[in-house]
């Protein structure tokens, strides 16, 4: 099942949609464990170019992607456990500080829910085969990937091989805004 970034996804909808979504919520988690994971760059952020322009200038601090922050919010109320995931090396630094410390405090500084949830960066040469087997570690030890949202066909790759439920791509069209409808 090729899912291809052709810009007219919308905003919140599984790949391969163009349908309006809805405000509808899902229920609270059982007791098992339940993990939605969002890209970073590009996704959470407005765009993936000024995550890119931070990593020069400590100064050019990159905006939330409209509504994000809620739709995060939204997740956790629920039980839901959250993991931030981005393709930087770890070992990078933004404004001397490692990137995953600057990123953990720009989804602070940015009302991202950060309690319990996880920052994720790469530590290899192939950040989307990294994320496959980490997700992969996860779904084997019964965690339930429910949803996984992502600007990048990659990604969508990843998340298909490691068994995510629901699959949002961000494309062209939905880059003003993200819906803070559930799966």
């Not at 970034?5 to 809805?22: F, I, K, Q, R």
């Not at 939605?36 to 992607?65: C, M, Y």
């Not at 930087?88 to 001397?96: Q, S, V």
């Not at 068994?163 to 799966?183: K, M, N």
């Amino acid at each position: 099942d090729d899912q291809s970034d052709d810009g007219n996804t919308a905003a919140g909808a599984p790949t391969g949609s163009t349908a309006p979504t809805t405000t509808a919520a899902p229920g609270p988690c059982d007791e098992s464990r339940h993990v939605v994971v969002f890209d970073i760059s590009g996704t959470i952020t407005a765009t993936k170019d000024e995550v890119i322009e931070w990593l020069g200038n400590a100064a050019d601090v990159p905006l939330p992607r409209e509504l994000a922050p809620e739709l995060a919010a939204a997740y956790q109320e629920r039980g839901y456990e959250l993991l931030y995931v981005t393709g930087l090396p770890g070992t990078n630094e933004i404004g001397g500080v490692a990137v995953p410390d600057a990123m953990t405090t720009w989804l602070t500084d940015n009302g991202f829910p950060v309690e319990g949830a996880k920052v994720e960066t790469s530590h290899t040469p192939n950040p989307q085969a990294e994320l496959s087997n980490d997700l992969i570690v996860l779904a084997n030890e019964g965690v339930t990937l429910s949803a996984g949202y992502t600007d990048h066909p990659d990604d969508v790759q990843s998340f298909q091989v490691a068994g995510v439920q629901e699959i949002y791509l961000l494309g062209d069209a939905t880059a003003g805004s993200l819906s803070t409808s559930l799966p």
